[in-house]
């Protein structure tokens, strides 16, 4: 795991270029900890988080929480959305007493603490994979699941609890749309081939990249790009490209491991 460099040890990414193509709500973390170890890090999002087209399916969820047995946030920006949705349609920011409550991760489960004060049942694995195989150990079997997603969201989650048994519903509480707005400097340097580490965190950013390149994926040609996690890498392979690291977890620390890996080639400060 990666720890923030110290000023008398030598920064493993001084002067490194790295951009950053998470949503701006999330990348302040990872920009943080590229600065601590010495990395010139730079946003380019590639993401927004919007709330869903129709709201009503998220809405007659919410009304109905009490009737579910298990309440699954499988992102910290499901979390989000619920309780951002509940304020907007005048319910109590609260999870009824009766539902059981899982989250995808530590990061997720601060999150609905920090919102309502609920305790959840925390997959150690932040996978889908990982939540569902703490929710099957439970014994999913005649249990209602209502899990609010992105509109990207995959099925693996749903289609594993409705295997072993549960009746499970799926709302979109949030989208995941391209960005309104990007930053010239940082897009000119990525295109000017002055960037040295592009870091991916979902197949959308992939696809929005590269879209905001101009369909032309040629400029990410002499980067090396990080992914946060298989699928995303697959994405990059769908459009040609071809990745340099995963990470093993799909975290910051991971992600950090990920990019500390395919820059282990690099020395000294590199060429402006």
Known sequence: MVSPAHPEHHKPLQGVRIVVTRAPEDAAPLLRRLAELGATA???PAVQIAPPEDCAPLDAALQALESYDWIVFASRHAVIAVF???????LEAKLPPGPRVATVGEATARSLRERC???SLVSPVPTADGLAAVLLAEGMNGKRVLIPVSDLSRATLPARLSASGAAV???TAYRTVPPIHTDTQVLEQLRAGQVEVVTFASPSAVHNVVEILGEDPAPLQVARLVCIGPTTADALRA???????VARLPTIDGLLDAILNACSFLSGTPDP
């Open 169 to 171: 519903d799926t709302v």
């Open 239 to 245: 459009v040609g490209l071809v990745p340099a690291a």
């Open 117 to 119: 004060g609920s305790e």
């Open 42 to 44: 730079l946003s380019l």
């Open 84 to 90: 951002e949705r509940m304020s907007q349609t005048g």
